[in-house]
């Protein structure tokens, strides 16, 4: 029930069945065997998925490069199958590898995300040495039909260009890095959920891997992790409990096993961007009905997969809590503040449209500020949960929320405004938008607002016809209301 601005979620997903499933029906027609077009169907969804550059172009260059960290692991793990020390091993080196390449943005994350989910698939289909033509193949026979829909049949963005990625905000060096610090954190709670995993059992322990290493995936503080990792169990468990409905009763019949698997996958790509939770329980309904498809599937599966989750995300939040822990506080800082001054950008943006320049183009920074806002309400998240003890905390964490939405809602208006090609400068629209940006100074750069002493003056009175003025005034005062929550959880100092 989320909003859907354009459909882009809709058209994100429906895309996703369509090159998943275009995918698939290659192989099958290839001649390939299930645990084949499982393997590509796998390596087509990633594809889909994790890929996220700015644009077309850097798309397909990180497509392109899928392979050539995906074949080699999956040939690794082929070769290690029978040596469960150099296995596991191999793995916790995938895992804190594959961590660590998100220092390099987005194309950094789908690789490692690509080498990560081909050495888990490898444990989950049992791969062996013998099997690695055909699973090379299929890979790469997944990865063209797969590209084919995205960059050709249905290639959405060239028609309306993605905003610029919003990398997590990084700094310092070594340890003192946030990517740093959390590859570290991977490989220590990978490591305790293989161990208790494998206690659990010889034959899933991959799961509890699994679980740990996808609970860090967009995370950047202990508080982000710790939710994710009770999202993650929660999203599971009802999972489970929906799959004992729908898929178990199937008996892995082909085609109504195959449906349960499509609308798992538009679940999966329809409700990531708005809830782990939902997300995962569309995995657990794939998993259920792939398992299904593989005769493998009973209650007790499912029961052992249940338990291995909660292995994994005991293991990620023992790791963000005893290793190298990222502070809640430090994360919302960066992002608070990088919403900040995306707002001004984004002030910046329209005022000079409004003033003539043809190419200034505010709808492109709103839309860069509605990611960053979704980075905002996610570090964020540990302190409006509803079993926050921190009371104080969560109220002024919900008034930043609020008041954020607020500057969006008033940039979007301004926005809208601006793209009138009957609007015109104003002298009252210079004035407004430096009160804008000196009402962001005093939240990001105290000592810069503080020789700016009319940052804090408040908005005179605007008459309703003026659209311009009334989105910016409003603006202003949501920018200085903010000051006093932002002053109370530290962000600004008292004399800013």
Request: aromatic share 6%; hydrophobic share 55%.
């Amino acid at each position: 029930m989320a909003p859907d601005p354009g459909r882009v979620r809709l058209r994100f997903a429906s895309r996703a069945v369509l090159g998943v499933g275009f995918a698939v029906a290659l192989c099958g027609a290839a001649g390939h065997t299930l645990t084949a077009a499982v393997t590509g169907g796998l390596a087509a969804l990633l594809a889909l998925f994790t890929v996220t550059d700015q644009t077309v172009r850097g798309q397909a260059v990180t497509t392109a490069l899928l392979p050539a960290v995906g074949l080699p692991v999956l040939t690794l793990a082929a070769f290690l199958h029978d040596l469960p020390v150099a296995r596991d091993l191999a793995f916790l080196a995938v895992v804190g590898t594959g961590a660590y390449a998100r220092r390099w943005g987005p194309r950094g994350h789908a690789l490692g995300v690509f080498a990560f989910m081909t050495y888990f698939a490898a444990q989950f289909l049992h791969t062996v040495p013998a099997r690695l033509p055909e699973l090379c193949a299929a890979v790469l026979l997944s990865l063209a039909a797969s590209s084919a829909v995205r960059f050709g049949a249905w290639c959405y963005e060239r028609r309306s260009p993605a905003p610029s990625p919003v990398a997590a905000p990084a700094g310092g060096r070594g340890l003192a890095r946030v990517t740093t610090r959390q590859a570290v954190q991977a490989t220590v709670g990978a490591a305790i959920a293989l161990f208790v995993g494998q206690a659990l059992s010889d034959q899933r322990w991959y799961w509890a891997v699994g679980a740990t290493w996808w609970v860090f995936v967009n995370t950047a503080s202990r508080g982000e992790t710790l939710v994710r990792g009770f999202r993650r169990f929660l999203g599971t468990v009802l999972g489970i409990a929906l799959g004992l409905v729908v898929a178990v009763p199937l008996h892995g019949e082909p085609v109504a096993s195959a449906v349960v698997v499509g609308v798992g996958v538009f679940g999966i790509f329809y409700t990531a961007a708005v809830s782990y939770t939902w997300m995962m329980l569309s995995v657990t309904v794939m998993a259920s009905a792939l398992y299904g498809l593989l005769g493998l599937l009973d209650p007790a599966l499912l029961a052992l997969r249940a338990a291995e989750t909660a292995v994994g995300a005991l293991g990620a939040v023992l790791a963000v809590l005893l290793v190298l822990p990222v502070t809640t506080h430090s994360v919302t800082d960066a992002w608070v503040e990088r919403a900040l001054r995306c707002v001004h950008a984004c002030t910046a943006e329209a005022a000079a449209r409004l003033a003539g320049a043809t190419t200034a183009d505010p709808s492109r920074r709103v839309a860069e500020l509605e990611q960053i806002l979704a980075r905002v309400r996610m570090s964020l998240a540990p302190l409006v949960h509803p079993l926050s003890p921190l009371r104080a905390r969560r109220d002024r964490a919900r008034q930043v929320l609020a008041l954020l939405d607020d500057c969006a809602r008033e940039v979007r208006g301004l926005a809208a405004v601006a793209a009138d090609p009957e609007a015109s400068h104003d002298a009252r629209l210079v004035a407004a938008c430096w009160r804008v940006e000196a009402a962001v100074e005093a939240l990001t750069a105290p000592v810069a607002a503080g020789r700016r002493s009319g940052a804090t003056d408040a908005a005179p009175p605007v008459a309703p016809a003026e659209p311009v003025l009334a989105h910016l005034h409003a603006l202003e005062r949501a920018l200085l209301e903010l000051a006093v929550p932002l002053r109370r959880a530290g962000h600004v100092p008292a004399d800013a």
